[in-house]
C-alpha cells in the first residue's frame, strides 16, 4: 500500500502532530505518457504553515482532507514517457506520497553526479535561490558593506551571509543557539554572530557588532529583531523581506513599531521578495551557485530526518530551531 500525509486540521497556533493524518491508497501504475515516481526526499519549509491557513495568497491553500505537498527528489520507478527513464532523479512540486504517477512537465531532471541529491532541496534548490536572487535584486551588497542576516544557521540564512562574504561584506548573523552561532563564525565564514534568545538589547548588541551601522539586512524571521536592525540601519539601507518565521504562528500580528519613520529618514528601502517571481532567471542561478560549491566558496549543512512516517515532526521542528541548515526528511 502507498502511504500518503494529508492535511486533517488548520493549525490554531504552532502546528501540532494530530493536525496530520496519514492514510493508504493501493500503490497507483504509470499512467499514460506519465512517470511513477518513488519519493527520496522531502523538503519542509517554513512557508507550508502559510498554505495551512485558509487564506487567499500568492499560493493556494492546502484543503483539508488533501496531500500536504513540497519539493521533493524521486527516483523513477516506472516510464511510460518517452523523455525519461527507469533510475532517473528528479525535483519538482509534489505530493507528500511514498509513490505517485504525474506527467512530468512540471519535473526538472537531477544531475546526481554534480552534487547529492538532497542538495537540489537546498543550496542547489529553492533555498539557494531564495539566497542569491533577494541579495542580487534587493540587497545589492557591496564591498565594505554590512550585511546583517536573521535566521543565520538556517537553510537560507546560511547561504546568504556567505554569499555576503564573496561579496566583501562585513556579514553579522542571529541565531537561536549558541552551537549556530559557533557554526556561522567558524564554518561558514560570518564576522560576528549573536544568539537572540539570550540577548536582552538586540539594538544595542547589534549596534556594537555593527559599529559602521547596517546597510543591507536580510530578514528571515520578522518582529522584534527587524525592529532593532531598523535602528541601526544607515543612510541607503536595503532591507529584504524574505521571511518572518516569528510571525507565522500568531493568531493575530502584534504591532510593532513603525517603520515609516526611520525608512524616510535613512532613505532606505524595505521590500518583500518571492523567489517563484523569479523563475526565469533559476538556471542562471544554479550554475552560479553550482561554482560557488565547487570552488569552496559556499558550504551548506542539512538536518536529515530518517523515515517517510517523522515528515511532520520535522516541519513543527523548524518552528523549534532543531535544524542547522537545510531540514529535509529521506525515506
Ligand atoms: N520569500 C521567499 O521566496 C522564501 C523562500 C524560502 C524561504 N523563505 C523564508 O525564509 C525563512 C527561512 O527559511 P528556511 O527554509 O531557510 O528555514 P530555516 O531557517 O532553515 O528554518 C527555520 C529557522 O527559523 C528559526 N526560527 C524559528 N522560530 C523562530 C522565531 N520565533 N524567531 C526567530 N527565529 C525563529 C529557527 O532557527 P533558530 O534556532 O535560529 O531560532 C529555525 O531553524 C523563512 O521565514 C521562510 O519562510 C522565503
Redesign the pocket.
Known amino acids: 500500500m502507498n502511504k500518503i500525509i494529508v492535511l486533517k486540521s488548520r493549525p490554531e497556533r504552532t502546528p501540532q502532530s494530530d493536525n496530520f493524518k496519514f492514510i493508504e491508497e493501493a500503490t497507483p501504475e504509470a499512467g499514460e505518457n506519465e512517470v511513477l515516481l518513488k519519493t527520496k526526499y522531502i523538503s519542509v ?3 507550508l504553515r502559510g498554505r495551512m491557513r485558509d487564506e487567499e495568497s500568492y499560493i493556494p491553500p492546502f484543503k483539508v482532507g488533501e496531500p500536504i505537498e513540497s519539493m521533493l527528489v524521486a527516483e523513477v520507478t516506472e516510464s511510460n514517457n518517452s523523455n525519461y527513464k527507469k533510475g532517473d532523479f528528479v525535483s519538482g512540486m509534489l505530493a507528500w506520497k511514498e509513490y505517485q504517477s504525474i506527467h512530468p512537465k512540471q519535473l526538472n531532471k537531477l544531475d546526481k553526479d554534480l552534487a547529492p541529491l538532497s542538495a537540489y532541496l537546498g543550496i542547489l534548490g ?2 539557494g535561490l ?1 539566497a542569491h536572487l ?1 541579495l542580487k535584486h534587493i540587497g545589492k551588497p557591496k564591498n565594505g558593506e554590512t550585511l546583517v542576516v ?8 546560511s547561504i546568504a551571509g556567505q554569499i555576503g562574504k564573496i561579496k566583501g561584506c562585513r556579514v553579522v548573523g ?4 549558541d552551537e ?1 552561532v559557533n557554526q556561522i563564525t567558524k564554518e561558514f565564514g560570518f564576522d560576528e554572530g549573536i544568539n ?2 539570550t540577548t536582552e538589547n538586540m539594538q544595542k548588541v547589534l549596534a556594537k557588532k555593527c559599529p559602521d551601522g547596517i546597510d543591507v539586512y536580510f530578514d ?2 520578522g ?1 522584534e ?1 527587524l525592529d532593532a536592525v531598523l535602528q541601526n540601519i544607515n543612510k541607503f539601507a536595503r532591507i529584504i523581506n ?5 510571525l ?1 504562528n500568531k493568531k493575530e500580528v502584534p504591532t510593532g513599531p513603525r517603520p515609516e519613520g526611520i525608512l524616510i529618514k535613512k532613505s532606505a528601502l524595505m521590500q ?5 517571481n523569479h523563475a526565469q532567471e533559476y538556471e542562471e542561478a544554479i550554475k552560479e551557485l553550482a561554482g560557488w560549491l565547487k570552488t569552496g566558496k559556499l558550504k551548506y549543512d542539512e538536518t536529515i530526518v530518517k523515515g517517510f512516517e517523522n515528515t511532520p515532526g520535522a516541519f513543527i521542528d ?6 542547522k ?3 529535509i526528511v529521506e525515506l
Open positions: 519549509d517554513p512557508y529553492l533555498t531564495t533577494a536573521s535566521g543565520a544557521a538556517g537553510a537560507v540564512g542571529t541565531a537561536g543557539t549556530k537572540y534568545k528571515n524571521v518582529g529583531i524574505c521571511g518572518a518565521i516569528s507565522y518583500g521578495f518571492l523567489v517563484r523548524l518552528f523549534e530551531g532543531k535544524n541548515g537545510k531540514m
